[in-house]
């Protein structure tokens, strides 16, 4: 099974940027697809992006043109790059994997079996 560790949150103001981290352990064979979701307190959690082993994305349309997902395989390390940072994206971000042969296409409304811890994230 394979194991997810989040880092890079943390408190920006307004306006700035922060990276997100997954690193990957275990067996990852069947994280051919992987995403980026979100909760804040109170609210039911949201998909932010995806990116199949392929390097196919999908973004949540709310995050478009501001958030980036991308994948080093080498590393196993799964990433987030959030500029333009708003309070409204302050949340804990959770990093997921699932394999595609299960779920057949990478996107933020399939299920994920596998998560990680979670990073604060918070936007003043």
């Known amino acids: 099974e394979v194991q997810l560790v989040e880092s890079g949150g943390g408190s920006v103001q307004t306006g700035g940027s922060l990276r997100l981290s997954c690193a990957a352990s275990?067996?990852?064979?069947?994280?051919?697809?992987m995403g980026w979701f979100r909760q804040a307190p109170g609210q039911p959690r949201e998909g932010i992006a995806t990116?199949?082993?392929?390097?196919?994305?999908s973004y949540r349309q709310t995050v478009k043109g501001r958030f980036t997902i991308s994948k080093d395989h080498a590393k196993n390390t799964l990433y987030l790059q959030m500029d333009n940072l708003k309070p409204e994206d302050t949340a804990m971000y959770y990093c997921?994997?699932?394999?595609?042969?299960?779920?057949?296409?990478?996107?933020?409304?399939?299920?994920?079996?596998?998560w990680g811890q979670g990073t604060q994230v918070t936007v003043s």
């Open positions: 997921a994997a699932e394999d595609l042969a299960t779920i057949f296409v990478c996107h933020i409304v399939k299920p994920f079996a596998h």
């Open positions: 275990g067996d990852t064979s069947g994280s051919s697809c």
């Open positions: 990116i199949d082993h392929n390097g196919v994305t």
